[in-house]
């Protein structure tokens, strides 16, 4: 069998053996025995398989962290170390200065580590101590995971793109992160709601202050101010995705973002400029987790002739903490920003409304065509719950936004 013979085998056999069709054992079989006579073939044309997949993941807009946070979803836990080795493979055609700064620190974040390796499934093997059949077995699992993956908005630009001249960072203050993080970190960590909601509130606040403050640093007549927006991708647990994207949209709005959600992948796109959206990206990873518990703490639900109703309950309940929490949120951005002394607020207004016009052209240009949707309460318990647990928060914006 030539290799041209192999190529055309591999993704039918891909296919087959990700959605653990019956004739999966027969495509290995001949794979399998193939093998005998020549494993360094069969092994060849499976990573480059592997390797072409992989580009073209790239090339329908996924990232590194997008396709290794689905892949925890979709993959068994055995694969989920050779789609890692996979990515490294890919990226030992690129030279350093072709892959964004973004991207690399996803794929630090991830364990890639530098300098990339190529990817052995002989070597890979012996390392995890996976036999020969369940070996190809894994590589034709992943194959069919990564030949199945629709295309979305592309955030980063291609590896292998000569870099370009990156708009300035905005300057990160360790300090005021750090007390945000140990805020929200005590919100999680409490069993009070009501403390919850106050440190969360407070944190929003904090937020609110570091980000006019950057907008001030920002509000020279004299240099134009540079486009740093972008857009990051939240992916949330299931159940309830789109309750808990309208939870992410309402942390989000009030940070001057917008957001997309594609509920049959449970992620959220959100666009802002990049310390907006650092900020809630920090906050709606807290706030999920609180509201998950909150929803938790509930228990469950039974109507009148004890049939369930613990799912359409939790619905709702987030449904009407995100709104609530939405509501708690704009208002302590809003007095933060009142707060503003009147000799800098003629200079911040224009400032926001630019970072206002640069977020919506690189929304309409990443999302051209969006819908917004309704969703429709079927639970009054749960939202009048939901009310309640977003309602104890204690919140208060009286700081004034020091230069």
């Not at 055995?78 to 990226?91: D, K, M, N, V, W």
């Not at 690399?104 to 890979?124: E, N, Y």
Request: hydrophobic share 45%; net charge neutral.
């Amino acid at each position: 069998m030539s290799d041209e013979e192999i190529l055309r085998l591999l993704p039918i056999a891909a296919s087959i053996v990700a959605v653990r069709d019956d004739r999966a054992d027969a495509q290995l079989a001949r794979l399998g025995a193939y093998d005998e006579r020549d494993q360094a073939q069969v092994d060849r044309c499976v990573e480059g398989f592997l390797a072409a997949l992989v580009r073209a993941t790239w090339e329908r807009g996924w990232s590194p962290a997008d396709v290794v946070e689905h892949g925890r979803r979709e993959l068994d836990a055995g694969i989920q170390p050779l789609l890692l080795a996979a990515i490294s493979s890919e990226h030992t055609k690129y030279g350093p200065n072709t892959l964004d700064p973004r991207w690399l620190d996803q794929l630090t974040d991830l364990g890639v580590s530098q300098p990339f390796a190529a990817l052995s499934l002989t070597d890979w093997a012996a390392a995890a101590r996976v036999g020969r059949y369940l070996t190809l077995h894994h590589a034709l699992s992943l194959a069919g995971f990564l030949q199945a993956l629709p295309i979305l908005a592309r955030l980063y630009p291609l590896p292998g793109t000569p870099a370009g001249r990156q708009a300035p960072a905005a300057p990160v203050n360790g300090k005021m992160l750090a007390r945000i993080r140990g805020l929200l970190a005590k919100a999680e960590a409490t069993e009070f709601p009501d403390e919850a909601e106050a440190l969360s509130g407070k944190a929003q606040e904090l937020m609110a202050k570091f980000s006019l403050d950057r907008a001030l640093v920002d509000a020279d007549p004299a240099v134009e101010l540079p486009d740093d927006s972008a857009a990051r991708r939240l992916w949330v647990d299931t159940p309830y995705v789109s309750a808990k994207a309208q939870l992410v949209g309402a942390v989000a709005s009030a940070n001057r973002c917008r957001t997309v959600v594609i509920d049959q992948l449970a992620v959220v796109t959100i666009v802002g400029a990049e310390l907006d959206l650092q900020l809630t990206e920090i906050l709606s990873t807290s706030l999920l987790v609180q509201a998950n518990r909150a929803m938790l703490a509930a228990g469950k639900q039974l109507g009148r002739r004890g049939e369930s109703r613990t799912r359409s309950f939790r619905q709702s309940f987030l449904m009407a903490y995100a709104q609530r929490i939405g509501e708690r949120l704009q208002a302590t951005a809003a007095a933060t920003q009142a707060a503003v002394p009147e000799a800098d607020a003629d200079r911040l207004l224009p400032v926001l409304t630019k970072r206002e016009e640069q977020v919506d052209a690189l929304f309409t240009r990443l999302f051209p065509n969006t819908t917004t949707r309704r969703t429709r309460i079927t639970n009054g318990a749960g939202w009048e719950a939901g009310l309640t647990a977003a309602d104890q928060a204690q919140l208060d914006a009286r700081r004034q936004v020091r230069r």
